[in-house]
């Protein structure tokens, strides 16, 4: 069956723009999780939406918001970019609530400049 | 609050050349560990989940065991293929979201 895919792969942004990140997760997957990666922090967690409802929030500025959708596809979006939102942003799916075991996609590489 | 620190940073072994991982946590009631393997430029790859102290699971080179403290991933004679960085995660009995280690680059060299 299909893994979790994310679009689009590479983004390159500017300063103070705002940006759209998109996953579609394995079907039948309700739950969706989004992280960010950093060489210095490593994986850390953003939010996990369960049945388009969001059910944990991580330690990120309010800048940093998603939805998911009817179809569990999930969005994130981060306005007012910051040089220190370059970084690799993964979702993963699971089946049902947070800790089940999670499929994550290939993730999308954000450059802010 | 949940914390997990993985080591060796870095590894560096020969083919066929047996070690260990280690992934030692702190957490408030442990539901479950994770162990995770991420390529360059992919995202991780699920491997293991443990739920308690002493349980053990294996597929191919790779074996994970988990005491109350700490979990360790086994690699027996690797191979070059199994060059990858290894990710360990806990989360809790209040359903909290995954807190990741930085996770060990382990080279295999041929």
């Not at chain 1, 079907?27 to 992280?35: I, K, L, M």
């Not at chain 2, 995202?43 to 699971?57: D, V």
Request: charged share 20%; aromatic share 10%.
């Amino acid at each position: 069956k299909a893994g979790v895919t994310q679009t689009p792969r590479y983004l390159i942004k500017t300063r103070g723009q705002q940006v759209t990140l998109s996953c579609s997760p394995i079907s039948g997957h309700r739950s969706v999780s989004w992280y960010q990666q950093t060489p210095g922090q490593g994986l850390q967690f953003l939010f996990e939406y369960f049945s388009e409802t969001q059910r944990n929030k991580g330690n990120f500025p309010g800048r940093f918001s998603g939805r998911q959708f009817s179809n569990s596809r999930s969005e994130m979006n981060v306005s007012t970019l910051e040089l220190g939102d370059s970084a690799l942003y993964l979702c993963a799916s699971s089946l049902g609530v947070l800790a089940d075991e999670q499929f994550f996609g290939p993730g999308t590489r954000l450059t802010v400049l | 609050e949940d914390q997990v620190t993985q080591s060796p940073e870095a590894l560096r072994l020969q083919e066929g050349e047996s070690s260990s991982l280690n992934c030692s946590y702190t957490v408030s009631g442990l539901r479950g560990l994770f162990w995770y393997r991420q390529d360059p430029g992919k995202g991780p790859e699920f491997l293991f989940t443990l739920y308690s102290a002493g349980e053990e699971k294996e597929k191919e080179r790779l074996k994970a065991t988990l005491t109350k403290k700490e979990s360790f991933l086994h690699i027996t004679a690797p191979k070059p293929e199994d060059s990858a960085t290894y990710l360990c995660a806990v989360t809790d009995s209040g359903n909290t979201p995954l807190v990741f280690g930085k996770g060990t680059r382990l080279s295999v060299i041929a």
